[in-house]
């Protein structure tokens, strides 16, 4: 989530800096998007970069995964005071793990998107062979 800075130092963590700037971006791509002339070239090259965000976030939770599993090791504690800590974090380690498992399931929906629309070309209307729309000649 974007802090607003914009004028004052970001003393943030270079790995939240740079999240912070992958998420304002593809909040601009969806815009951009919105707007867009549908183009199967520019779906195609959409979804290459959507299957490498989803492999990168699916790498990145299972960091996390592996960070919150060994933070247990430092003095911890539960700011409400009414859950065990150990117990918290074991939720979160579960919860990241989980989120990993679904980012790879995207991942492959993902990529078996970019695939298909690989596979698509289109002709100029005058062309032989050249289709409307589903149900249209393949």
């Known amino acids: 989530m974007s802090t607003g800075r914009k004028h004052e130092r970001d003393d943030r963590p270079e790995a939240v ?5 992958g998420a304002r971006t593809w909040r601009a791509v969806v815009h951009a998007q919105r ?5 199967h070239a520019d779906f195609y090259a959409l979804a290459g970069e959507v ?4 492999a990168s976030l699916e790498a990145l939770a299972r960091v996390l995964t ?11 504690y539960d700011d ?6 150990f117990e918290r974090l ?3 380690a579960d919860e990241s793990e989980a989120l990993a498992r679904a980012l790879y399931g995207a991942g ?31």
């Open 17 to 21: 800096r740079q999240a912070d700037r």
């Open 35 to 39: 707007t867009a002339t549908p183009d």
């Open 51 to 54: 299957v490498d965000t989803l």
């Open 66 to 76: 592996r960070q919150v599993d060994r933070y247990a090791e430092q003095s911890v």
């Open 80 to 85: 409400s005071g009414t859950v065990d800590p």
């Open 90 to 92: 074991a939720d979160a």
């Open 108 to 138: 492959r929906h993902a990529n078996r998107f970019w695939s298909a629309i690989g596979h698509i070309g289109v002709r100029d209307a005058g062309e032989p062979g050249a289709t409307s729309g589903p149900g249209g000649a393949r």
